[in-house]
Every structure is written in structure tokens, then in C-alpha cells.
């Protein structure tokens, strides 16, 4: 049986991904990393280095559906939003993939069909596929509640009042998310416990975005 494969960085990304499929009632998706799928390690090189791989394996029918979810990060580390995605496109167009046609409006990540076939790829890149940034821009964007925004804005300036913070400035979203989840009733959870906890919004544009093109893909 053909599989249906979500590929992003690393273990705590798995998580979160795949409690949002589910939460979006795609229960037949699976959501893994480099590490566990052939890749020489988590991180993003690696998920970007298996996709080839992974496209061939399209090709001899036992994925036949397959995306990949990665982090912009930022340019001014020597990746960004334009690197990434100049480099996941031609691996699919490298591979005789085309972008979809017909596509409904509001489909922001990329969706590729291949001729003659029922194959369908994408990607997305965190966090909207426009910017740099990462997973935790996208979660802390759809943060609507009345009560978490309060609590969001705390933890935003609990983690700018420090002196000298320890951490790389473009690493700012992920201890702003850090700290507001440490102060949840389930205190210490990584991001997945904002699906899991309800801390956002799931009827956010952005999370609509991400969940059509999610469907694009594997429905």
C-alpha cells in the first residue's frame, strides 16, 4: 500500500504536525523525519537532502503522496525563505513535477502533480511561505484568545527585559513560545500542547491556509 508521507525537521516538529492532521481529521497521514526514513540526521538540511530520495520512491509506487514542511529561518544566517524554496523547488521540478492546476483561492504552499499519474507533492515553509521564520511564528500568529494574548504579551516582554539573553536574536519567537507555554495549566509542554490545549486558533487564516493545502495534498 502507498504511503502518504508529511517529512519536516526533527522529532519535536513530528509532534506537533501530527497532532494538527489529526485535529484536521487526517488520521492516514504519516508525519516523520530524516532520522527515521533514511536521512543522516534531523534538521533541515537533512529533510531537504532526502527529498530526492523520497520523489524516487513516488516513482516506484510506494509514496504517492508526500510533502514537506520546513523552516525559512533567516537570511542573515545564510538560509531564508527564497533559499529554501529556490532549492525544494527544483528538487520536485528535477523530478518532472509541475505545480497544480485549478488550485482554490488561498492555497499558499506549493502543490505539484506529475503528468500521467495520480502523484501529488508540495511544501510549505514556515511560516507562511513568504517570510523567514519558523514553526513558532506560525503558532504564536494564531494565538486569538482573549486570555493567551494577555498571557502571550507577558511572556513577550518577560523574555525582552532580559539583560543579556543567552539565546540568538532570531531565536526570539521560539523563547517567547517557551516561556508562554511554561505558563500554561499544563506547564513545560512544547508547541504541540497549543493544539492539543486549544491555545490556537484553529479557524485563524493562517492555519486555514495551512490546512487547505494540506488537503490539496493528501485528500
Known amino acids: 500500500m502507498s504511503q502518504q508521507l508529511l517529512v519536516v525537521e526533527g522529532r519535536c516538529d513530528a509532534d ?10 487526517h488520521k492516514d497521514i504519516l508525519v516523520t523525519q530524516p532520522s527515521v526514513c533514511g536521512g543522516g540526521g534531523d534538521g533541515k538540511g537533512n529533510a531537504i537532502s532526502l527529498l530526492p530520495l523520497l520523489v524516487l520512491q513516488m516513482h516506484d509506487g510506494s509514496v504517492d503522496r508526500l510533502a514537506a514542511v520546513i523552516d525559512a ?14 532549492q525544494v523547488e ?20 506549493r502543490v505539484f502533480t506529475h503528468p500521467g499519474s495520480n502523484l501529488r507533492a508540495g511544501y510549505w515553509i514556515m511560516p507562511n511561505n513568504a517570510q523567514d521564520g519558523m514553526l513558532e511564528d506560525f503558532v504564536l500568529g494564531a494565538v486569538t484568545n ?28 521560539k523563547a517567547d513560545a517557551a516561556t508562554w507555554m511554561a505558563w500554561q495549566k499544563i506547564p513545560g509542554q512544547p508547541v504541540v500542547g497549543a493544539i492539543g490545549g486549544k491555545l490556537v486558533d484553529m479557524n485563524h487564516t493562517s492555519i486555514i491556509a495551512f490546512r487547505s493545502w494540506l488537503q490539496q495534498i493528501f485528500n
Open 16 to 25: 506537533f504536525y501530527d497532532a494538527f492532521c489529526r485535529e484536521c481529521g
Open 73 to 86: 529561518d533567516f537570511a542573515s544566517e545564510g538560509t531564508g525563505f527564497v533559499q529554501v524554496r529556490d
Open 90 to 109: 527544483q528538487i520536485f521540478q528535477d523530478e518532472g513535477f509541475s505545480p497544480a492546476a485549478g488550485l482554490p483561492a488561498g492555497i499558499s504552499g
Open 146 to 173: 482573549a486570555a493567551q494574548t494577555s498571557l502571550l504579551a507577558r511572556a513577550r516582554k518577560a523574555v525582552g527585559q532580559i539583560p543579556q539573553p543567552l539565546f540568538k536574536a532570531i531565536h526570539r519567537s
